[in-house]
């Protein structure tokens, strides 16, 4: 597991992520600045993993945390 982020590969964050009315709600996946994610107003559940290799499945509603500096989401099928 990594303990300290890579520099330099991210080019656009969302500030939306896959909430229902979302520009981003389509992507196939969203790269969130930060580690509070907040699930309210989002759907489905997502899978999260965030620039330390922590990962966790969120669910629709509920507040997560991560320790690293952005979060990466994809959609759950």
Same mark, same amino acid.
């Given at each position: 597991m990594r303990n300290k982020p890579l520099k330099g590969l991210i080019t656009k964050f969302s500030t939306q992520g896959y909430k229902k009315n979302s520009p981003d709600? $389509?992507?196939? /996946?969203?790269?969130i600045p930060g #580690?509070?994610?907040? @699930?309210? #107003?989002?759907?489905?559940?997502?899978? #999260?993993?965030? $620039? @330390?290799? $922590?990962?966790?499945? @969120? /669910?629709?509603g509920?507040? /997560?945390?991560?320790? #690293?500096?952005y979060v990466v989401e994809r959609r759950i099928k």
């Open positions: 709600v $389509n992507n196939p /996946y969203n790269i #580690g509070d994610i907040t @699930m309210e #107003g989002v759907e489905f559940p997502v899978h #999260g993993i965030d $620039n @330390m290799g $922590n990962e966790k499945i @969120m /669910y629709p509920k507040k /997560y945390k991560f320790p #690293g500096d």
